[in-house]
């Protein structure tokens, strides 16, 4: 049997025995029989204080588990019980109980407020007892008659003891206060509940009252002759009176895949409505159980880039378990939920299992803006052919579809392009004040700034030009850039255009309110930028755009030197008209959202 | 589908060989909801739980514990931490597991036995080393489906099942039973390996836990003696102590 240690040496804490051990046994076990009494009662403090009291936690106890007990002291081995390094209070504690046949009682104290207020108004905190643990080894007066023989009485003795402890340590962890201690320790240093302890050495100080929520367990006591080791418990199996849940406020976690954060990987992956929708992979709840599969709660993790995007979908917008991120470079399709964008912009994925559709609300969803060519091909249109609608062809019901990746999006080159090589958030932000760098990038209206530094698309913003004219039927639309809305956009900011020659004053000037209008008022820039100037020839015109569009950091000089085709009075007229209204109308909307810009 | 769980211990061989007396409890009895993926892993966990917490009492050689917390109930469990133990209990589970799907409305039962292995001289029945059982734990189940229900193609993607409306009520309320029942039997369990500990065989040295063996008697309405029988003729025969 693998009995540790059998010197005297171990025998901690210098106690003094008065029990007298029968004169008939062999004096190695009256000794070993003694030894086993005096290291019980410390390994069972150890048991308890440690399942309870998050400070006397062990340490060391998880670890090398393959070298098995190499590395354990002698004195953890006891009862082959490997608790871990015993901490310095628990000897302090034990230090005091000299004689054997005193009781040790443990008292788990639950530091609880209650309802009562002093004249302070501060909340009072009242001491219960949820838990009483008594170990203590009884003497007979009379000594019953040893049957066994006595040279292997020690080794029964021992095993017996060392059962005794297995119950006890399983019993630990199935009590209520086990529970209550995990919770306590994991919680924040600010709750008003602590549990604490007291060891004494006999109960009268403090006997609480065996109500009915009081329960008792009594271990069966283990025969050591003279006497037999007793252990039992009283404990409350009913916490719920504390309101522990209640009050008990889970600890700050970091989120270190904070989906958003430059980080994190920054394309997140909607899994396909076939797709199993665990929890592990929905990091919108900070992992918190399992991911809803609403919309809603999707959209209630806050992102700090998407707080238009908070608002619940209406229920006939598909949402993000139709989502696909399609990464350019193939990436497999588990990656993590991407951030509770609305539909808008996922780029055309070849799984195609999902139509998307863009949140077209007021203020809610990205537009989806068309590259610079499609968006010069409708300018063209409209300005050589003066009966139709001059209306600018990117309003965002045109822009919805899925649109391919790659492809320019002034729009989003005026958002974080400087954070291209970073987390995508290619959604446009609409916090006022938000810092919308500049990039060289811009003035091409160029997207790739932002999608091919890592390779992948952050949005969908992109799209094919080919897809646009599928688009334009959509009635889907309700974006607060209408046909109308965008036209007068247009308008607002050619006129600021022609003052200025760089995109970085175009993008400061922009009115800070919603994605929306930031998408649109980047594309109205961009096609300002690029729009034919009054007399140039509209065939000069395209293809002056194209090139300036291709061309990265062209200045709007050049392109308006380029648009020098001849134009009729009334074309101008028109196009000054609703270049006014577009001023209007960014004004007035600059102002309902308190925009920090103005334009010009 | 319901599974009926009740935990029966029985110390001491049937044997006239053996000098203890042998005693019986049956320790409670669950209701485990099972149904579909949801099922197997409750028993699983179920199962799990009350075999590690059995051969944690009878893991008497030096141990690490592990504490274990369950992840369908409110309880936290204790192994002995021997990575042997928990293989040949996963493996067990996982073949009871299959039993049962192959064999579904019927009652199963899974046994837990501790034994000591003793040289005997060869005779001509038996070889060497027989089994001596001094311990043995009964776990009955019984299986059966739900009447109704339509098993609807209720996703076959969600393995968490969230049923809606009453369905998801008395899985909840059913298995706020079974937990409670869980931890009344682990009370129990430590119960009972406290009253008797004088049938333990002593520890040997270099030995961590007590070897034992789980079986489930692929007959339904096989009684104890006959298992007894059978693991007896078994043993005979085999050449290792411990499996």
Redesign the interface.
């Known amino acids: 049997m693998t009995v540790p240690i059998w010197s005297k040496s171990e025998d901690q804490g210098g106690k003094t025995h008065t029990m007298d051990f029968p004169e008939n046994l062999p004096s190695p076990d009256i000794g070993r029989l003694e030894q086993i009494v005096s290291h019980f009662f410390p390994k069972a403090l150890h048991i308890v204080l440690d399942s309870r009291i998050p400070s006397l936690q062990s340490r060391g106890r998880t670890r090398d588990r393959s070298s098995g007990g190499l590395n354990v002291k002698k004195s953890d081995k006891w009862f082959n019980l490997i608790m871990g390094d015993r901490p310095a209070a628990l000897d302090k504690l034990h230090s005091w109980h000299r004689n054997i046949l005193d009781s040790m009682i443990i008292d788990i104290i639950l530091i609880h407020p209650t309802d009562d207020d002093d004249d302070h108004g501060n909340v009072r905190s009242a001491e219960t007892v949820i838990e009483r643990w008594v170990v203590q080894y009884e003497n007979p007066l009379i000594m019953s008659p040893q049957t066994s023989d006595p040279s292997t009485r020690y080794q029964k003795v021992y095993k017996k003891a060392i059962i005794l402890l297995r119950s006890l340590y399983a019993q630990t962890r199935l009590l209520p206060a086990y529970r209550v201690s995990r919770q306590l320790s994991s919680s924040l240093a600010s709750s008003r509940y602590e549990m604490v302890y007291k060891v004494s050495s006999f109960s009268d100080v403090f006997s609480p009252p065996v109500t009915e929520t009081m329960k008792e367990f009594r271990f069966s006591p283990v025969e050591v002759p003279p006497g037999r080791l007793c252990a039992s418990v009283t404990y409350r199996s009913d916490l719920s009176d504390f309101n522990l849940g209640a009050h008990i406020t889970l600890p700050p976690r970091i989120i270190t895949d904070y989906v958003g954060s430059p980080a994190t990987d920054p394309m997140r992956f909607f899994p396909s409505p076939g797709q199993s929708f665990e929890a592990t992979s929905f990091h919108f709840q900070g992992r918190a159980g399992r991911p809803p599969l609403t919309t809603s709660s999707a959209s209630e993790r806050p992102h700090s880039w998407t707080s238009g995007f908070h608002r619940p979908p209406t229920p006939n917008q598909s949402f993000s378990p139709d989502f696909h991120w399609s990464r350019t470079d193939g990436g497999d399709s588990h990656h993590q939920l991407s951030p509770p964008f609305s539909p808008s912009g996922s780029p055309s994925t070849p799984r195609g299992s999902y139509s998307p559709r863009i949140n077209v609300r007021p203020g809610t969803a990205p537009v989806t803006i068309p590259s610079s060519a499609t968006f010069n091909r409708y300018v063209s249109s409209n300005f050589s052919e003066p009966s139709r609608n001059p209306l600018p062809p990117f309003s965002p019901k045109s822009t919805r579809r899925s649109p391919s990746s790659q492809d320019s999006l002034p729009g989003i080159a005026l958002y974080k392009s400087s954070r291209s090589g970073e987390s995508p958030s290619g959604l446009i932000n609409h916090y006022p004040g938000h810092k919308l760098t500049k990039d060289s990038k811009y003035d091409s209206g160029r997207f790739s700034g932002l999608l091919s530094s890592s390779g992948s698309p952050r949005f969908g913003f992109s799209r094919s030009p080919s897809r646009l004219s599928s688009d334009l039927e959509d009635p889907d639309c309700s974006c607060p850039f209408d046909f109308d809305d965008v036209d007068e956009s247009v308008l607002q900011y050619s006129q600021s255009l022609d003052r200025r020659k760089t995109s970085s004053s175009i993008s400061q000037s922009l009115p800070i309110g919603r994605k929306s209008q930031d998408a649109a008022v980047g594309v109205l820039v961009q096609m300002l930028k690029t729009a034919p100037p009054l007399r140039q020839d509209s065939s000069t015109y395209m293809a002056s755009s194209m090139s300036g569009v291709q061309r990265e950091g062209s200045s709007v000089s050049g392109a308006e030197s380029e648009f020098s085709m001849a134009r009729s009075t009334s074309d101008a007229l028109e196009e000054l008209r609703n270049y006014k209204q577009l001023k209007d109308l960014l004004l007035s909307k600059s102002k309902s959202v308190g925009g920090a810009t103005r334009v010009h | 589908m319901f599974s009926l769980l009740t935990v029966m211990a029985d110390s001491g061989p049937k044997k006239a060989q053996y000098e203890r007396d042998p005693y019986t409890h049956t320790v409670a009895h669950e209701a485990l909801e099972t149904k579909s993926e949801v099922e197997s892993f409750e028993i699983r966990e179920v199962l799990r739980c009350i075999l590690h917490?059995i051969v944690?009492?009878r893991a008497?050689?030096?141990?690490?514990?592990?504490?274990i917390d369950l992840e369908l109930f409110?309880?936290?469990?204790?192994q002995c931490?021997e990575i042997e133990v928990e293989k040949k209990i996963d493996d067990k589970i996982e073949q009871f597991v299959t039993w049962i799907g192959k064999h579904p409305n019927k009652k199963s039962q899974i046994c837990l036995t501790f034994y000591e292995v003793k040289t005997k001289q060869p005779s001509w029945f038996t070889n060497k080393i027989e089994r001596l059982y001094w311990e043995q734990w009964n776990i009955n189940l019984s299986a059966f489906q739900p009447p109704t229900k339509p098993p609807v193609g209720k996703s076959h993607?969600?393995?968490?099942v969230?049923d809606p409306g009453e369905e998801s009520e008395d899985i909840s309320s059913r298995r706020t039973l079974l937990e409670q029942s869980l931890?009344e039997v682990?009370?129990q369990i430590?119960?009972f390996?406290?009253?008797k500990?004088?049938h333990?065989p002593?520890?040997?040295?270099?030995v961590i836990y007590c070897p034992f063996e789980i079986t489930f008697p692929s007959s339904s309405d096989s009684t104890f003696g006959m298992d007894m029988l059978k693991r007896m003729l078994h043993s005979g025969g085999h050449p290792s102590m411990l499996s």
């Open positions: 917490t944690f009492h008497l050689g030096l141990i690490r514990p592990k504490d409110d309880i936290t469990y204790v931490g993607h969600s393995k968490l969230m931890q682990l009370f430590i119960k390996v406290n009253e500990k004088d333990v002593p520890i040997n040295d270099g």
